[in-house]
């Protein structure tokens, strides 16, 4: 198993460093520079031209400036964001949080949902529980992310008022966000109403967020399962006379699982794309609307520098499905 | 048993109807558009950080009266300009307190170092503060400061003197703008003995009408009312900035009372709010104009008959419809109507294709093939270049012109469309900075702006005569009368087709009062109260 681990981690380098290639040619290859929109309308001499391009660097060659980059990256220095003027590494941390409480509930709910939705349907291969649970499925997949939010906006907290509209806690709520993540500090808070509010404001988001692999989860279980549903194992189980829940629940489900756990490592991706309409609508401070506004601004500092914390983030999340992979299978480790 | 306890949680939370007007009485909730991108307004350019910063934390030596773009004292109580008009004199308003927060509290008040310190610091490369967080200082520097500002000094403790290159009536309006907003020198120099000057512009102190209290990126910034304010405390005890990108999600706040000011309403959801009745909308010209630049230096756009034909051809209550969807108004001055010397008497081009026709026949321009270039931006003055270009290219193909429209991403855009021998005529506008005409005519129009910001790369010699005379004169009903006759003569010789001013709306709940619209698209809430 260590061997595995070792191997695994062994094509870490390799991906790291054409991550931190791409991600710094990247926001350089589109169109547009960013001292030029600094100056907006009004038009910017070409003295001044020059000068902001050597006091940002921009006028060394690429490749210096990506050796400098790279340097900085290994220091735990990802530069100033060209936008704020503060550091990539504080920014990309001090929202970093949000998301993952955000991505963490989201996939929790896609799964307590998705597993058992897939399981029914399995069970009831061609019945109406079937056909309802994968045709919500598909409407869930192809749903808008924008419509969808905005839709149970209006419905759950503007129609209803069952919902805060946006944001993760009340506004009347101040206390020390130490841990940025908001449900444990406002637990610590000990504030009357603070954790329920928190709860309350991550319910449409994780709804939103969790809809399209909440979906694919469902659509994977059920195929997973129809399959071992077929195997003899399962027909000497049933044979046996072991209980339907025995059968589908700890037989054919264990075996269902391993397509499931790679299809959730591979959700990450997803909620990463997702997490970027989700916060801007709901106003989640997270760095998927971050980075949105990097690439607007042409925040190269930043944009670089997010695109490669989350690449990161989604080869380390990756690397553990693996090794739970090859622990649930261990024909994967050889 | 932990399953049990979740599902209590669970239906507790379920069972709270979420509480919506749940804000103590004295505070305000903003729903602002964005984050700012810091908290030292001379660093930055954006709308949303003055918002958050200049508005609400800092004053200048001299301020706009609120929703007027008419400059009165601030923290200066009086100024003196020299005869030659070199030289500003600047009287302190004594007994000026800078906040007092839980990170610095100040042991002096407000002095002549202070405003010296903050000057010097955009002026001066040697100064420590400098090159601090990036330091650019872009619009000191767009301003034109460094070559117009030759010293500022510190008389007396209450005294400071601005000596200048060259005599600028502008620059008192200059100072009343974002950039001059004055830091405490003291609290820098606290900083920077510290080893953390960048804090100047994470947690600010200013002598404004609000203290930062907290902010969290993307998520709220806290500010409390200054009790010693020297105008008055606010009315507002607390004051809190939910940011909210999406416009229509900042509607539904407004209606939950989740805040009480929409800064940026959706234009299509303007008419709802009209019947409303929890919600006031109100709305003024924007301090702005969109225009289409012609290249006046090449042919056949240097003939003026040719211009003035096509600006005939342009229907643009058809542009107001298709674009601006009820929130612009017809332009045609190169100046808006809110800033003063505004000349109401001069007349349109009054839309007459067939007319126009005969004109560009009469100059012996047939079968004209020119280009429009669409911005590829939304922009207050142009909510959508491309679609503008499209009804401009059926306009005129009306009278015989082929029209091909075309686009860059917006920083070449802004780059190429200052070049001398550009092809084909610029869509674009301008955004007014100090309420003064100067700031459109001279930076727009005038001919030291040519390969620059004035893309009709126009030269008019007795137009920019006009602007350099109004630029030295002191007396304001006399540049009144310069910047009339200056806008004849850009009428008559139409080097753009002014298109349209934007309409600005702002949503309040209607136990806000005293919300003014701030000409200059800010956000100011001091003087803002709620109904008990």
Not at chain 1, 86 to 91: G, N, Q, R, S
Not at chain 2, 335 to 363: C, F, G, H, Q
Not at chain 2, 412 to 425: F, M, N, P, Q, V
Request: charge should be negative.
């Amino acid at each position: 198993m260590l061997g595995f681990i070792l191997r695994r981690l062994g094509t870490f380098i390799p991906t790291f460093i054409g991550v931190s290639i791409v991600s710094f040619l990247f926001i350089r290859l589109l169109p547009g520079d960013p001292i030029l929109l600094m100056a907006g309308e009004r038009g910017m001499s070409d003295a001044r031209y020059a000068e902001l391009m050597t006091q940002f660097g921009f006028d060394r060659p690429l490749l210096v400036q990506y050796w400098d980059y790279l340097t900085g990256i290994l220091r735990g220095d990802l530069g100033l964001s060209f936008k704020t003027k503060l550091p990539v590494w504080d920014e990309f941390f001090a929202l970093f949080p949000a998301t993952l409480e955000l991505s963490l509930c989201a996939i929790v709910f896609a799964v307590l949902i998705g597993i058992p939705a897939g399981i029914v349907a399995a069970v009831n291969r061609g019945k109406w529980p079937d056909q309802a649970l994968m045709s919500t499925a598909l409407v869930g997949f192809s749903m808008p992310i924008f419509w969808w939010a905005l839709l149970l906006i209006i419905l759950f907290s503007g129609m209803l008022g069952w919902t805060p509209v946006s944001g993760r806690i009340s506004l009347m709520f101040f206390f020390p966000t130490d841990t940025g993540f908001m449900l444990i500090d406002s637990f610590r808070s000990g504030q009357a109403g603070a954790f329920a509010s928190a709860v309350e404001h991550l319910i449409l988001p994780t709804i939103v967020l969790g809809t399209i692999p909440l979906a694919v989860i469902a659509r994977q279980t059920r195929s997973a399962m129809l399959e071992v549903l077929s195997e003899d194992y399962v027909r000497t189980a049933r044979a046996k006379g072991l209980s339907p829940f025995r059968v589908n629940g700890l037989h054919a489900l264990r075996n269902a699982l391993i397509p499931v756990i790679t299809v959730i490592g591979l959700s990450v991706g997803t909620l990463m794309a997702g997490a970027i309409l989700t916060e801007t609508i709901f106003s989640w401070p997270g760095i998927g609307k971050w980075m949105v506004e990097g690439i607007s601004s042409r925040d190269y500092t930043a944009v670089q520098g997010g695109l490669l914390m989350i690449a990161v983030i989604v080869m380390v999340v990756n690397l553990i499905v693996d090794v739970l992979y090859g622990f649930i299978n261990p024909k994967i480790r050889q | 048993m932990v399953l049990k306890k979740l599902g209590v949680l669970g239906v507790a939370v379920m069972g709270l109807a979420y509480g919506s007007s749940a804000f103590a009485q004295d505070t305000l909730v903003y729903c602002s558009e964005g984050s700012p991108e810091g908290f030292d307004p001379a660093l930055y350019t954006a709308g949303t950080t003055f918002d958050a910063s200049s508005k609400q934390i800092y004053n200048r030596l001299v301020e706009f009266e609120r929703g007027t773009t008419v400059i009165g004292p601030a923290l200066a109580e009086s100024f003196d300009v020299s005869e030659d008009g070199l030289v500003y004199t600047f009287k302190l308003r004594p007994g000026v307190k800078f906040h007092t927060t839980a990170y610095f509290t100040p042991t002096r008040d407000l002095n002549a170092s202070d405003v010296v310190f903050s000057f010097e610091r955009q002026r001066l490369a040697e100064n420590p503060y400098n090159q601090v967080s990036g330091g650019t200082w872009e619009y000191f520097n767009g301003m034109s400061m460094p070559d117009l500002v030759v010293s500022v000094e510190a008389v007396d403790d209450l005294t400071v003197r601005f000596s200048l290159s060259r005599p600028e009536a502008p620059m008192i309006a200059n100072l009343g703008m974002d950039f001059a907003s004055i830091v405490s020198e003291e609290y820098a120099m606290a900083m920077l003995e510290a080893g953390t000057p960048e804090k100047l512009n994470q947690e600010p102190i200013g002598t404004g009408p609000f203290k930062f209290v907290a902010y969290q990126k993307d998520a709220v910034i806290r500010f409390q009312a200054n009790e010693e304010y020297w105008g008055g405390k606010a009315e507002i005890d607390n004051l809190i900035f939910a940011i909210t990108p999406d416009n229509s999600v900042g509607y539904q706040k407004l209606k939950a009372g989740e805040c009480h000011v929409l800064g940026y309403p959706n234009p299509a959801d303007i008419a709802a709010m009209q019947d409303d009745a929890d919600v006031d909308v109100l709305e003024q010209e924007g301090l702005n104009v969109g225009y289409l630049a012609y290249n006046t230096t090449v042919a056949p756009f240097d003939n003026v008959n040719v211009r003035k034909a096509l600006n005939m051809a342009i229907d643009k209550q058809a542009i107001l419809d298709a674009v601006f969807q009820g929130s612009g108004k017809a332009a045609k001055n190169p100046i808006p109507p809110t800033i003063w010397s505004y000349n109401d008497a001069v007349v349109d081009d009054a839309y007459d294709p067939v007319k126009a026709r005969a004109m560009l026949e009469a100059e012996g321009v047939e079968n004209l093939k020119m280009q429009i270039w669409a911005m590829p931006v939304v922009r207050p003055y142009n909510p959508n270049a491309r679609r503008m270009a499209e009804v401009m290219q059926e306009d005129f193909a009306k009278v015989g012109v082929e029209v091909e429209i075309v686009s860059y991403d917006w920083g070449e855009y802004l780059k190429l469309s200052t070049e001398l021998d550009r092809e084909g005529a610029v869509l674009l506008g301008w955004t007014g900075d100090n309420g003064d005409p100067d700031n459109f005519l001279a930076v727009l129009l005038g001919c030291d702006a040519v390969g620059n910001a004035n893309r009709a790369q126009w030269c008019h010699e007795p137009f920019d005569d006009l602007i350099q005379q109004a630029k030295v004169v002191a007396d304001q009903a006399e540049r009144t009368q310069l910047y009339e006759q200056a806008q004849v003569i850009f009428k008559e010789q139409a080097p753009w087709a002014t298109i349209a001013h934007s309409v600005v709306y702002k949503t309040v709940r209607n136990e806000v009062q005293n919300f003014k619209i701030d000409p200059f698209g800010g956000h100011i809430f001091y003087g803002v109260s709620l109904a008990k």
